[in-house]
């Protein structure tokens, strides 16, 4: 199972080559590689070099300054350029507090100079000239760089004198620092690293616990869903679980309200739900919603009504329990209703997410159906059919549930109160539901088909079988699709008051942010013009005349993916994902 | 010696060598603590702190001049983050005075005072910058 995720799609598209629409085929085509990169404690020099690099280049300035001027923009190289071209050099070196001076000046120091700090005498050779030509001696400026230092000030200490803005020269404070305590200026270091994940909002930190160390940077767009090399899947804007398709808002919201609200609905939301026929407790012990009692009675789990024994799953779609109805006639009170409403979503958020651990015991189960199949004596080989089908379901339980909690924000009348009539809101809530329905009634298929015990078929009926779960996969992929459209562009893209971002689907789940390389370093500490320093090749081909137009300046060698990702967003995919657990086995 | 001490050591000379030369200012050091330190300052002329006499306590961290000393609350950047330690205890009294002379209406500790400033009435806050100084900085009559 190790290269499984590799194989997974490429075998899937060939299994499904000729039994499905093209269009599928033309969306597993982006995003090849992951934009978003761990980075760890080795690799967080490598990380930053790149930025370094470029304004170092585009500048000719040292390393620290360019970290100056970069700590002063939160990496925002662009800006940073942005500024340079419109204000100019000098205004920007000013601003940062960065000051250039020319090897003179630095030179000849007589014999004895007075610091003003200490208003002592002191031979030449204990002073320190900082860049912006300010003097003192060396004591008076390493308790300085210590004071600031402790006080977490590091990435900007400035002269010690009077209203000079200048920010004092990195080197000098490493050397005159660690002279008198080595600890500190280790600790110095660190801040300065540590500031391209603190001061940049493209980077963050793993918000693991106990901390994994590492940071993930993202290429263009915050509002997406990562998975860090630690195993933890989160959203990147606001840090929590992966939430899509809610928003952070939303998401914050509901698991507030979850907390606040779980005594009433603790035991509302039991483990057991009651046969509609004997009345006796059910346990569901599967992960398909369709239960049935000892007694023979089968039922919905989701709404604990009754149904078919002998039921088709094309019924179960027919069935609508997934939409809310307001009870008019009861006219029960409000907070009533706000709680029925509540439990309502509540619970179906509740029956999918436990549906989605219980289906997580699934991957065991099914890895064992598979190992038993491949032994048996078959024209069947390829059962990437079944794997892939699992995590076809996992993503798609998970975009469900997740669906839940939305529907009670965006048709609740709290959050989006303003933003459309009831009209409206109908209609829109009566389009999404049908999506819902559709994906609900294709998913709960798909749990079916996979917890068949398929080892023990015939050949025929595991072909049978295959067909449905590799029919039901793409079903499933495409009605995610279109209800992130629908969210994305009917619910959320005309709102007026109120921004809601979400990460977009992801078909093949969370991205896995991947290692920087680290030889990537050696090549450009080694400032040979190859292909992937791009950047600095640039800088210098620009000075030389070539159109710069290009826009090859902001472009790194993945960038070019960027923009056709960009636009795939335009049509509302959003990510899903499968929690640590599921993804640990791999 | 502590590296405060040494330099307050050589304020406290600095201070008594200028006494002359900086008569709106008197700068004492307590006899026992060479960290605390009380300032009168006079009032300057042409304002409505003139005649008033204003009495400071200065108390000195360990860790000056690099950072600066606590003393009443003056909203006054240089006491706060644009401290440098250049700045002397008698450089301070000398910006408080300008402070004195030409108030920050966008930053005043007194609200009222400021927002008189703000709406442009000169005359409003001189008379109660007049008032504050005689109820406070004065001496009491009979």
Redesign the interface.
Known sequence: MEDYEEDYYSSDRDSLDGLENEESDVQWAPSKGSSSKVITKESLLVAQREDLRRVMDLLSIREHHARTLLIDYRWDVEKLFAVLVEKGKTFLFAEAGVTLVGKHDLGSSPSTVMC?????DVPGTGVTKMNCGHNFCN??WT??FI?KINEGQSKRIRC?????NAICDEAIVRNLVRRRHPNLAEKFDRFLLESYIDDNKMVKWCPSTPHCGNAIRVEDDEFCEVECSCGLQFCFSCLADAHSPCSCLMWELWTKKCRDESETVNWITVHTKPCPKCHKPVEKNGGCNLVSCICGQAFCWLCGGATGRDHTWSHISGHSCGRYKEDGEKKAERAKRDLYRYMHYHNRYKAHTDSFKLESNLKETIREKVSILEKKDSTLRDFSWVTNGLHRLFRSRRVLSYSYPLAFYIFGDDLFKDEMTNEEREIKQHLFEDQQQQLEANVEKLSKYLEEPFDQFTEDKVMDIRMQVINLSVITDNLCKKMYECIENDLLGSLQFGIHNIAPYQSKGIEKATELSVCWNTIVTDTQKCPTSEYHTNGIVTESGRPSGSGSLDESGCSSRKRPRKESLGFGAIDLNLPPEVIDGN | MQ?SR??LF??YK?VQREKAADPDIQLVCDDSNIFKWTALIKGPSETPFEGGVFQLAFSVPE?Y???PPQTGEICLD?LKN?W????TLQSVCRAIIALMAHPEPDSPLNCDSGNLLRSGDIRGYQSMARMYTRLAAMPKKG
């Open positions: 003003n700090i200490c208003i002592e004591n008076c308790e300085h004071v010690m004198a009077h209203k000079c | 590296a040494a330099r050589k304020e600095e860790q001049p690099l950072q240089i644009a440098s330690p250049a700045w």
